[in-house]
């Protein structure tokens, strides 16, 4: 098991988000939707919805 | 649709399920094909344009603490083998 | 502020080994629903009273073994049993279906149960093998309080190899919060939170007389078609314990609440209000199964087959020396926002500033105490070791620790989740039955325990919850 604990700098210029309607699905021992949603609105995306999940 | 799940088990599931259709067959969308572009949100594709200090805030110490790579390996086979990108 | 703290004296933590009513948790009944032969498949992975005994992680939950020695345990833990496992251990006891359809039997004031009298003949007697009720008490399990409601709507209670128990009536015709299957789930609460009280005051050696007031923390949702969820099964568990001089209410916060009501218990004993306070949490019926797919995909026993209940007393300072830190409460407020930086700032680093400490100076974290043996089968992560990792990134964002301690932070200032997940239940207190004792002889300096609730869960807000209190030794 491996965890990154560095930024990775490939891939990132295949998705533009900018005018994006996006969906926000968070978990709450994850990345919750209100902080996914905030990072998608700084790449230009629009939020459509916010959801969270709880696996217990 | 931008996932924040931390188990890549989980995170495969549900990016099946808003791709191709419920691989459980157990809710609404077995059988359903939405086909809807799938990330999680430490994927480079989405953090690399997103503010960067915005992204440090919000997600930074989510991204400490989870096996990051293992989470990209298994959304991209799901987006590879569902959206053919 | 005052330099004296209210104590945690005392914590029972009792597991109810139900496997018969498996089924009627939330996954299994809409999933039967779907294929009514799914019970046959279901039933070859049903564990026997014994394998629940044995198993590592209720061998822990009950204290004959701390957390850490599970690391000991070769994986699964389902198959390496215990050999020295008890049925009863220093925090508590497991008891079988076989003693809990009795217990349901005693909580039931309204004939809402029809159940096999010679089923029930065999609770009292295992029942009173416990030496925990009275005879008066016992009786009440064999004799129904009142003659069996009417049967409409009712639904059958059956034992884990299938046989009919008996049946459970509803409460009122037409009242959608008071169908049987919400009445199981809520004598079912109120059974093993009265038993886990019973637990706590032989562990104490204290009359039930001396209880002044209960906090409950559990999830159930009591109450009728005008008051769903109007509360205070804490009362009611108290009466059916003995409780007879206390009153109670229910504290309602998700898996957040136990956090939330040992706060309040302290602040009520800290106020000088009463003397002697309990939380108390019975367990959760909702919950059993719930990761029951994935166990059966890969051939495992359905391992959420226990109802786990915790109580515990707070009062005035004892000299054991073990404080409640009330000066220092973290807790998640509604500006505090959503990134897990935030949430575990106002949880972990927070408070800790108040007290000058820093995260790697407190020994012990306990966090959501879920058994990843359960939840990891299902795809649902080791929710611990998440939050572990995540303290202890926060601490080398803080600087307070190096980036090369964040892998070993769980080994060192965590444990490994033993707790049944039964929602509120695995919210870090039932680490107090391992914490006290190592606090009241020094070998523990301080702990943190740490819940979070997901609010969102209820569709009023997207937020969570989080509460977190330290215990240190004054």
Known sequence: MRYSMRRKSEGGERLDLQGKKVIAIGERDGVQATAIAAVARSAGAEVLLELNQCFV | MILGAAEPAYVEMMAETVTAGDPTYTGPLAGVSLGLPVYHVTEPEVREKADASIYQDQIGLSEVAMQTDDIWQSIRKVRERTLGS | ?474
């Open chain 3, 1 to 474: 502020m005052t330099e004296t703290f209210p104590t945690i004296r005392g914590i029972a933590c009792v597991i109810s080994h139900t496997p018969g009513l498996l089924r009627y948790g939330s996954k299994p009944t809409r999933e039967l629903a779907r294929e009514p032969g799914l019970f046959d498949k279901m039933r070859p992975h049903l564990r026997s009273f014994d394998d629940a005994v044995a198993y590592g992680p209720n061998q822990v939950f009950i204290g004959n073994h701390g957390p850490e020695w599970l690391w000991s345990v070769p994986e699964p833990w389902w198959r390496h049993g215990d050999e020295g496992a008890r049925a009863t251990g220093p925090a508590g006891r497991i008891v079988g279906e076989d003693h809990f359809w009795g217990l349901l039997q005693m909580a039931d004031d309204f004939g809402i149960l029809d159940i096999d009298k010679s089923r029930l003949e065999r609770s009292r007697d295992l029942l009173r093998a416990t030496g925990l009720f009275a005879d008066a008490e016992l009786e009440r399990a064999v004799k129904a309080a009142k003659p069996p409601a009417s049967s409409d709507g009712s639904i059958s209670l059956n034992a884990a190899d299938g046989s009919e128990v008996g049946r459970i009536a509803n409460g009122y015709p037409g009242d959608s919060s008071q169908t049987a299957d919400i009445l199981i789930e809520n004598l079912a609460c109120k059974a093993s939170g009265a038993l886990a009280l019973k637990e706590l005051l032989a562990q104490m050696k204290m009359e039930p007389g001396e209880v002044e007031y209960l906090l409950g923390c559990g999830e159930e949702a009591v109450g009728d078609r005008y008051q769903r969820g109007g509360g205070s099964i804490s009362k009611a568990m108290a009466e059916m314990a003995g409780c007879t001089q206390a009153t109670g209410s229910d504290v309602k916060a998700f898996c957040c609440a136990p956090v939330h009501a040992l706060v309040l218990a302290g602040a009520l004993v800290q106020g000088g209000v009463y003397k002697n306070v309990i939380v108390v949490g019975g367990g959760s019926l909702a919950k059993l199964g719930m990761k029951m797919l994935g166990h059966m995909q890969k051939d495992m026993p359905l391992l959420e087959d226990c109802l786990a209940s915790v109580a515990i007393l707070v009062g005035p300072a004892d000299g054991s020396g073990v404080r409640m830190r009330l000066d220092a409460v973290g807790k998640h407020t509604v500006a505090s926002g959503g990134s897990a930086g935030a949430i575990y700032e106002a949880l972990v680093s927070e408070p800790l500033g108040h007290l000058g400490l820093r995260i790697p100076d407190v020994d012990k974290y306990a966090v959501e105490l879920h058994n990843p043996e359960i939840t990891v089968p299902a795809g649902s992560g080791n929710v611990p070791r998440t939050n572990y990792r995540i303290i202890a990134a926060l601490g080398v964002q803080r600087g307070e620790m190096k980036r090369e301690e964040v892998d070993g932070f769980e080994r060192v200032h965590g444990m490994p989740g033993f707790v049944p997940t039964q929602g509120h239940i695995p919210a870090a207190l039932p680490y107090l039955a391992h914490a006290l004792p190592k606090l009241r002889d020094g070998s523990l300096r301080n702990a943190l325990f740490i819940a979070k609730g997901s609010l969102f869960l209820g569709k009023m807000t997207n937020m969570v919850d989080g509460m977190s209190l330290l215990l240190d030794r004054g």
